[in-house]
């Protein structure tokens, strides 16, 4: 067993871990070193990794970039940014020098054969003189036009073998997006597969990798009472929200192509909706929760040309106030076009076509510029089949189920109670679970466990081809029929001012069907 890196701090509660899940000593190369994600997430969350102890001692990262800059700078720019960024501050200075001692840059342009020589040899160097076995990860933090000139780049360097027995592991992890459309992804897919076998490929949606959306499954599958009601018996309907506070942040160039749908829809929330709606898997291992994700993704019934617009709501963030600061339109933010139609909220009701779901609607929300930042999975159950309370049964309520991915990650059951007193008369009161009160530790980040995941060899919370290609294909139907209402001028996209919850059309397609959305 490889031990833990020197200087690591004793973590108690993951101990049990340290025995079992120790990756092989290997590298891990980040292209797109110098942007803002691998400050921002992957170097804390591999200090985080380090300091926890769930690192081999022979590990090396080397960020390979499009700018000059050598080891020292990028060790302080990277130290500045665990700074800032990691979980647990300050950094601690012993764990930090061993970390940073194993700590490397190269320059490179991602389709130069010869900088891929370059990277080659470089990691020949670091395997012999850290003593590592040749074990590789290549992260692609990089714009999604990359991708394939930077697999096909490793193919020819031979960075890239398919596995094979004895052989030392090659695995390739690529950010998001995986395509703009059913079409792009299919080709990304096909250019992938030419060099590298699925099982080498590690698709992120850092979703899977939050804490409570893995939860999610435990409370389903290691619980007996609650699958028994987990279907369209007991469930009137499920409402997914993923809200933001923030706009655009300076990413208005990308957003306008993206849209809210591509962006949070397609991947996160079709993720969430899937293990919420997935059925038991055989075993909780990376093939077994995949078949049953993608079968919830294929029976996503497609929505019917003539319920088009009271089942998909689209709009637009305007002018407002978030938290009591003035904030501008979407329209008026950098590089964002001044008439621009992207949208910046989404309200869909989704069906899905199964024996354990039919007849029960998903509704799904997600936008920027909300009032609050909250990602939550509601199950609302269906009423009592008789109520006894007479007049007082108004305030009765459904029962409701919320899993609260963040923040406050958590629990809630909500039902209701006799209020104390001579009446009979009924208050609505919750059971809570919160992580943080119940295990006292901050659930660790999303990047934390699907690093170590990759390094596992372990792609349970990584999305497989197959999965995404399902989701575009359900996703690019409605930008398909969003294009032809632009064509045909007849588009509408309501604004909502920054700070509601969406436009009102957003609350009449849930009142149409006697229904609110909650408040989360
Ligand atoms: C990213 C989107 O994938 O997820 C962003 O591109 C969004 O637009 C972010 O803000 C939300 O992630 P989280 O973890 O903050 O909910």
């Given at each position: 067993m490889e031990n833990a890196a020197p200087g690591a701090l004793p973590n108690p509660l993951r101990e049990g871990l340290v025995e079992e899940r120790m990756p092989e000593p290997a590298t891990m190369v980040i292209f797109g070193a110098s942007g803002d994600l691998a400050r921002r997430k992957l170097l804390p969350a591999l200090y985080s990794l380090t300091r926890d102890r769930l690192l081999p001692s022979r590990f090396a990262v080397l960020g390979f970039g499009r700018h000059a800059q050598d080891d020292e700078a990028f060790r302080d720019e990277m130290r500045r940014g665990c700074e800032e960024f990691a979980r647990r501050r300050p950094v601690d200075a012993a764990v930090w020098s061993a970390f940073a001692r194993n700590l490397f840059y190269q320059q490179g342009a991602y389709d130069d054969p010869a900088a891929f020589q370059r990277l080659k040899t470089r990691l020949d160097e670091i395997d012999r003189t850290l003593g590592l076995p040749g074990n590789r990860v290549f992260y692609l933090s990089t714009p999604p036009s990359t991708f394939a000139p930077i697999i096909r780049s490793l193919g020819q360097a031979q960075l890239?073998?398919?596995?094979?027995?004895?052989r030392p592991f090659a695995r390739v992890i690529i950010e998001k997006p995986f395509g703009v459309d059913l079409d792009t992804a299919r080709a990304l897919n096909r250019q992938v597969h030419e060099i590298l076998d699925e099982r080498q490929i590690y698709r992120i949606d850092h979703y899977l990798g939050k804490e409570t959306v893995q939860n999610l499954l435990v409370f389903r599958f290691a619980n007996g009472i609650f699958e028994p009601i987990w279907n369209n018996h007991f469930i009137d309907h499920v409402q997914i929200t993923g809200s933001?506070?923030?706009?655009?942040e300076g990413r208005g160039g990308y957003f306008e192509q993206a849209g809210i749908l591509r962006d949070m829809v397609q991947n996160h929330l079709l993720q969430v909706l899937s293990l919420a709606a997935m059925?038991?898997?055989?075993?909780?291992?990376a093939d077994g929760v995949r078949d049953e994700k993608l079968k919830v993704l294929k029976a996503l019934r497609q929505i019917p040309a003539g319920d088009f617009d009271r089942q998909v709501i689209r709009a637009q963030y305007g002018a407002g106030s978030i938290a009591g600061r003035a904030v501008p339109g979407y329209r008026a933010e950098p590089a964002v076009d001044p008439r621009s139609t992207t949208e910046t909220f989404v309200a869909l009701k989704i069906f899905i076509d199964s024996w354990r779901w039919a007849g029960v609607p998903f509704y799904l929300r997600s936008g920027k510029r909300l009032p609050k930042r909250v990602t939550e999975i509601a199950i609302v159950f269906k009423e009592?089949?008789?109520?006894?309370?007479g007049k007082r049964a108004d305030s009765i309520r459904p029962n409701v189920l919320s899993i609260r991915?963040?923040?406050?990650e958590g629990i809630a059951l909500n039902f209701g109670s006799k209020l104390p007193g001579p009446a009979m008369e009924v208050a609505p009161v919750s059971m809570e679970f919160r992580y943080g009160s119940s295990f006292g530790v901050e659930p660790p980040e999303a990047y934390e466990r699907l690093l170590l995941d990759c390094l596992l060899g372990d792609g349970t919370l990584f999305t497989r081809a197959d999965e995404v290609e399902a989701s575009w294909t359900w996703v690019s139907r409605i930008h398909r029929r969003w294009a032809e209402e632009t064509a045909s001028g007849d588009m509408r996209l309501p604004e909502y001012p920054a700070?509601?919850?969406?436009?009102d059309e957003a609350d009449r397609m849930m009142a149409a069907d006697g229904r609110s959305w909650r408040l989360p």
């Open positions: 890239a073998p398919r596995p094979a027995p004895g933001e506070t923030v706009g655009v059925e038991p898997p055989i075993a909780f291992e009592a089949p008789h109520l006894l309370f991915i963040q923040p406050d700070g509601t919850w969406g436009p």
